[in-house]
């Protein structure tokens, strides 16, 4: 904690280090960045965002719920927020390699399945975890897409969804390309 309290201390320094004028700072950001709340995720370092170019909504697994008119979420506040009064042009929903999210849904999926290990719980999962890592991300992308505020803006092409992945281990981030129906490097 030391170490946090620390950089704290001194962030006004480093920003002036950076020619980062915190004092102008406009909040109209370029992109809103759904992602995971994992910490080995960095959005404003994977893409250099400086304050207020990036505005994040970071949740567990990176998840959007669906929408519901009668409950609305803090996650779907933050959306229409972003849409409707920052005007972001691009939302970007980026998923990650390793998510905790992933493989619970995978184990669980294994558990209804019915397929068990030796010791009788769940079998760990096989195959390609890459693969349900992409699935998820584009999932979140769907459900970000049924929103209320998302909707017409995606029609009248003044915003644009784009599903990334960023693999922790190697620190390549991928974009899902839908003619290809791929995620290809940035």
Not at 78 to 86: F, K, P, R, W
Not at 148 to 174: E, K, M, Q
């Amino acid at each position: 904690m030391q170490y946090l309290t620390d950089q704290a201390r001194v962030f006004r320094a480093r920003a002036a280090a950076h020619a980062m004028p915190l004092d102008s700072v406009a909040h109209q950001p370029r992109a809103m960045f759904v992602s995971c709340s994992d910490a080995r995720l960095v959005p404003a370092l994977l893409t250099a965002a400086r304050p207020g170019e990036l505005f994040e909504l970071r949740t567990y697994g990176g998840l959007i719920p669906p929408y519901d008119e009668k409950a609305p979420t803090a996650e779907s506040r933050t959306i229409e927020y972003a849409v409707n009064e920052l005007n972001v042009s691009d939302i970007i929903v980026c998923g990650h390699s390793r998510c905790d999210v992933v493989t619970a849904a995978m184990l669980d999926n294994l558990a209804i399945a019915g397929v068990t290990g030796s010791d009788g719980e769940a079998a760990p999962p096989t195959g390609d975890v890459t693969a349900a890592d992409h699935w998820h991300v584009l999932r979140q992308l769907d459900a970000l897409s049924d929103h209320p505020c998302v909707a017409p803006r995606l029609a009248d092409r003044s915003l644009h969804l784009h599903a990334w992945f960023h693999d922790i281990d190697t620190g390549a981030t991928l974009a899902h390309h839908a003619r290809a129906n791929t995620f290809l490097p940035l």
